[in-house]
């Protein structure tokens, strides 16, 4: 096979000027002597170098006795310009790839002989780049005074992530060895030490929270993620079904093998066997606890059909047709939501089905209080769920799994930064185009706040960070 010699192409650039500033204190120095050197560029399947000319100045301050110059975008004494360099961050940060498919990809389309510790250099290099005081001024300005907060363990250590859901900004993280008390004391007083005052911090049933939370902010109201009640009453519900399902199968045969001949076919033409009934409820069990809006055509027709072969699961269907009505985000205030809490408990027909009484049993006046905290809020404003940290934390332990699976302390705090640095970029150009439509002559208005179902993750980890990193 015949190998062609691949092109090659000079840039020549010149940064030499007689007189140039120091880079200290910008006083300007006179010229002594030029050098000459070459750094790799990106050039799309070509070998392209910078042919630099700079120059040694002799200073005319105190803050050094002579300096060089350098063209804007190489570093100095640098073998490769910022071009490469941010070439390698958009394929670890953006696309996803570890370092070892970053080599290659650069190696296939610019000739790039990079090595691993290079890629890592660039990793540091950005993060050096990035001003996370004014990270956390910017968080502060934007804070909608709803607070969410979660726990994500990487590898040996625990991740401490605060998020906003209605801004749809990351707030902080914290990396911790162990995940207790005391570490979340620490972590959220750091949010307060830089003047977050959240109305409403959102957690899940966590016993890590409630304290702390009281302690830090006793005004605070403290929001349960009403997704994770749900999520346990709906398998309490499911449990049932699944006995119901099991009795179902266990009639008519009692166990027996059926014989064959002209008694079964007469069987089938009578119609389906209990068997093949209780089959049927099986694949189709989500429906039970499917919510209304939700069931097509179709789902209608097989959720009648499950009532048809028992009946006994359309009790289970309205006893969540009303756990969900207790968490409508549109009702007025608390007591409407108390009030249908009293009815549901009340209920005769929920009292005689075991697995009822103990989903009831997750809403106590207690608990159920917390969980509808959000309807003490405005109405664009009513978040319920913890969701916006937790898909935030599933994004971070993907990237990290799939590109890094990173165990140091140090490369983990790294890729966080990085990571949420993207996403606060984003937020930062989100917020500026909003002013400047504000601004604009015969503009209508800012927009009013988006509610947190309509917030989401995108898909790219895009995050800030300016927090603290505890022990």
Not at 148 to 173: K, Q, R
Not at 342 to 353: N, P
Not at 445 to 464: D, E, F, L, M, W
Request: glycine share 4%; hydrophobic share 35%.
């Amino acid at each position: 096979m015949c190998f062609t010699k691949p092109d090659e192409i000079t840039i020549r650039v010149r940064c030499a000027p007689k007189l140039a500033p120091c880079p200290s204190c910008g006083s300007k120095g006179r010229r002594q002597r030029t050098f000459t050197r070459r750094v790799r560029t990106i050039a799309y399947r070509k070998v392209a170098w910078l042919h630099i000319t700079y120059a040694e100045y002799q200073a005319r301050c105190t803050c050094c006795k002579y300096f060089r110059t350098t063209p804007a975008d190489v570093l100095p004494k640098a073998d490769y310009d910022n071009k490469v360099r941010q070439a390698v961050l958009d394929r670890v940060l953006h696309d996803g790839l570890n370092v070892q498919r970053t080599r290659a990809a650069l190696q296939r389309d610019f000739l790039l002989e990079l090595s691993e510790g290079f890629v890592y250099d660039c990793l540091d290099w950005q993060v050096r780049r990035l001003d996370l005081a004014e990270h956390r001024q910017f968080v502060l300005a934007q804070f909608s005074g709803t607070l969410s907060v979660d726990e994500l363990h990487l590898g040996s250590y625990t991740l401490l992530l605060a998020t906003d859901p209605l801004a749809d900004l990351p707030v902080a993280f914290a990396l911790v060895k162990d995940n207790d008390q005391d570490h979340m004391r620490r972590f959220l007083k750091n949010l307060k030490d830089w003047g977050l005052r959240p109305r409403v911090v959102v957690t899940d049933g966590s016993n890590l929270y409630p304290a702390v939370l009281a302690e830090l902010w006793p005004y605070t109201r403290h929001q349960l993620c009403v997704f994770h009640v749900l999520k346990d009453i709906n398998e309490k519900v499911l449990t049932a079904v699944r006995r119901l399902r099991r009795a179902l199968a266990r009639r008519g045969n009692a166990g027996r093998k059926p014989r064959r001949g002209r008694r079964r076919q007469a069987r089938g033409r009578r119609g389906l066997t209990a068997k093949a009934k209780a089959h049927f409820v099986w694949k189709h069990r989500y429906l039970i606890v499917k919510r209304t809006e939700e069931l097509g055509k179709q789902g209608w027709s097989d959720l009648l059909q499950l009532f048809d072969y028992l009946p006994e699961l359309r009790t289970l269907w309205q006893f969540v047709r009303d756990v969900y009505g207790l968490f409508e985000a549109g009702q007025k205030n608390t007591g409407v939501a108390q009030r249908r809490r009293t009815r549901l408990a009340q209920e005769a027909a929920y009292q005689d089905v075991p697995e009822l009484v103990e989903a009831l049993g997750m809403l106590t006046k207690e608990k159920f209080a917390k969980m509808v905290v959000f309807l003490r809020s405005p109405l664009r404003q009513r978040v319920r769920t913890n969701n916006h940290v937790e898909r935030t934390n599933r994004k971070l332990r993907f990237y990290e799994k799939v590109r890094y699976k990173w165990r140091r302390r140090r490369t983990l705090v790294r890729f966080l930064v990085l990571a949420l640095d993207e996403w606060w970029q984003t937020a930062r150009q989100r917020a500026q185009a909003a002013q400047e439509k504000a601004a604009a002559p015969g503009a209508a208005g800012p927009s009013p706040t988006r509610t947190a179902s309509s917030t989401k993750t995108t898909n790219r980890i895009q995050v800030n960070t300016g927090t603290t990193t505890g022990d």
